[in-house]
């Protein structure tokens, strides 16, 4: 049996005999993660395409089929999903420490953006140079997620059946807004009877390397000589995580609880937020207004119009939606400080908020990974599985309009109607610049191959100019 692999040595480990895979140190990694990092725009949608161009496309650190694999995993859990597929990837690479510092720098740029803007909004009311320049980050965005739809739906829907199940998932969320488990169980159902009918309708594909790339992805042919000790199963690694994540995770709401009692500022917004983080099925989306609802009528945290905005920051910073529990842990400290400095009060709220909802996605991709993993060489279950990954792929393509339409339209209502609600663009409420921008980038990545770096920086000057001449965003 092997010993255990050490982060500094897994990167030149040889899994079995013959030559050794060289998987990139985690130096190496972390540069990649900050890239990955500070270009997730665009909630979830976005943020998978800008992986699986970094990752999958460009670095070829993991393989089509099993960074589908992962994000099947990652969308059945609560959390933001594409948090949770960094921490994951990260964690394949490195163990604990990939996983930690994939999932600390996903979240860290927003952080800080949420921090500042924050600090400018309760300070002077006016952030509209920022917003601009996110404005441009935004447009970038939409030619990154469309690349994104199309390279993923031609390697994952390689058959009628799966082309089928992509599409019912996407009118099942869109026109009928059912639930993302029901979605995923609808198609795993599916896909698992027609192969064992031996429907030709419903051939799975294999979850290893896609068949006509010229070399197998560096994880994939690392796993495939030997699975490295920290992927395989272990039940007594399993408790010692539990344990220790959740103290890390609730420790500070029982010291809390334990030194200010139930009514502080601190201890409501760690418990609310640490709630939150188990409710969040389905992405963001979905628990957005009972958020809204809470923190505005129940707790008193924020006016209404001021939800509005944190969600418009977190719209247009790096880092899932989610983050804008950020901005209503920094409102409701900033408004009830007590001895602290309002600002510093607003600080520590908005950081406790962010704690007690992204620690718990490192728990559950520690705690389920290897067991995730377990299950790619059982082809009992690859039909199941690919019949997940081409509803994702019809759920990608949801968030994607959702996205688009929030990102052109100032108006976008909703339509209900015979059991439908599904949301429709008010054409004359457009943003032409956002337009001019998205078509510009669209055109620079699809037509002209420009990496993201420079279109999303050109984009961002272009928003930042657009409010200089206007004053307008």
């Given amino acids: 049996m092997p010993t255990e692999l050490s982060t500094s040595d897994i990167s030149t480990a040889t899994f079995c005999e013959g030559a050794a895979v060289r998987l990139p140190t985690l130096s190496e990694a972390f540069w990649t993660w900050a890239r990955v990092a500070i270009?997730?725009?665009?909630?979830?949608?976005?943020?998978?395409?800008?992986?699986?161009?970094?990752?999958?496309?460009?670095?070829?650190?993991?393989?089509?089929?099993?960074?589908?694999?992962?994000?099947?995993?990652?969308m059945l859990l609560p959390g933001p999903e594409a948090h949770e597929l960094a921490i994951y990837i990260g964690w394949l690479l490195h163990r604990v420490w990939g996983g930690l510092v994939a999932g600390i720098l996903f979240v860290l740029p927003g952080l800080i953006s949420l921090s500042v803007l924050s600090c400018i909004y309760v300070i002077y009311g006016n952030v509209g140079i920022a917003q601009a320049l996110f404005l441009?980050?935004?447009?970038?965005?939409?030619?990154?997620?469309?690349?994104?739809?199309?390279?993923?739906g031609k390697r994952a829907l390689k058959s009628n059946g799966l082309i089928t199940v992509a599409a019912l998932a996407f009118i099942g969320i869109y026109f009928f807004a059912l639930p993302f488990p029901l979605i995923v169980l609808?198609?795993?159902?599916?896909?698992?009877?027609?192969?064992?009918?031996?429907?030709?309708?419903?051939?799975?594909?294999?979850?290893?390397?896609?068949?006509?790339?010229?070399?197998?992805?560096?994880?994939?042919?690392?796993?495939?000589?030997?699975?490295?000790?920290?992927?395989?199963?272990?039940?007594?690694r399993f408790i010692k995580v539990a344990v220790i994540g959740a103290v890390v995770w609730l420790g500070p709401l029982v010291v809390l609880l334990y030194r200010y009692g139930p009514d502080d500022v601190f201890t409501s917004i760690a418990m609310f937020n640490s709630k939150m983080a188990v409710v969040t099925f389905g992405g963001a989306y979905a628990v957005l207004a009972y958020m809204a609802q809470q923190a505005v009528e129940l707790y008193h945290w924020l006016k209404p119009g001021e939800m509005l905005v944190g969600l418009g920051f977190a719209e247009t910073t790096p880092g899932?939606?989610?983050?804008?529990?950020?901005?209503?842990?920094?409102?409701?400290?900033?408004?009830?400080?007590?001895?602290?400095?309002?600002?510093?009060?607003?600080?520590?709220?908005?950081?406790?908020?962010?704690?007690?909802?992204?620690?718990?996605?490192?728990?559950?991709?520690?705690?389920?990974?290897?067991?995730?993993?377990?299950?790619?060489?059982?082809?009992?279950?690859?039909?199941?599985?690919s019949a997940i990954t081409a509803a994702v792929v019809g759920v990608i393509l949801n968030l994607s309009i959702w996205f688009?339409?929030?990102?052109?339209?100032?108006?976008?209502?909703?339509?209900?109607?015979?059991?439908?609600?599904?949301?429709?663009?008010?054409?004359?409420?457009?943003?032409w610049p956002t337009l001019v921008l998205a078509v510009a980038a669209i055109i620079a990545i699809f037509r002209f191959k420009i990496g993201m770096i420079p279109v999303f920086g050109a984009s961002s000057l272009a928003g930042g100019a657009y409010y200089l001449v206007t004053g307008l965003t």
Wanted: aromatic share 10%; hydrophobic share 50%; charged share 15%.
């Fill in 136 to 152: 441009g980050l935004k447009a970038a965005v939409l030619a990154v997620v469309l690349e994104a739809v199309v390279r993923v």
């Fill in 404 to 431: 688009s339409f929030h990102a052109l339209f100032a108006r976008v209502p909703e339509i209900q109607g015979f059991g439908m609600s599904f949301a429709v663009p008010d054409i004359t409420s457009i943003h």
């Fill in 39 to 74: 270009l997730s725009f665009g909630g979830p949608a976005g943020q998978i395409a800008v992986m699986h161009r970094i990752l999958v496309e460009e670095k070829r650190w993991i393989g089509e089929q099993r960074f589908l694999h992962a994000l099947n995993y990652c």
């Fill in 320 to 385: 899932p939606l989610i983050s804008v529990v950020q901005f209503v842990g920094f409102m409701a400290a900033y408004r009830q400080p007590g001895p602290l400095d309002p600002i510093v009060a607003g600080l520590l709220g908005g950081v406790l908020a962010k704690w007690c909802t992204f620690v718990p996605p490192f728990l559950w991709i520690f705690l389920g990974g290897p067991y995730i993993e377990a299950l790619i060489g059982n082809k009992s279950l690859n039909a199941a599985l």
């Fill in 186 to 236: 609808s198609a795993a159902l599916i896909g698992y009877a027609g192969s064992a009918a031996g429907l030709m309708f419903f051939r799975a594909t294999d979850h290893g390397p896609v068949k006509g790339d010229a070399q197998p992805a560096l994880i994939d042919k690392a796993f495939a000589r030997e699975v490295p000790p920290h992927v395989r199963p272990s039940l007594s």
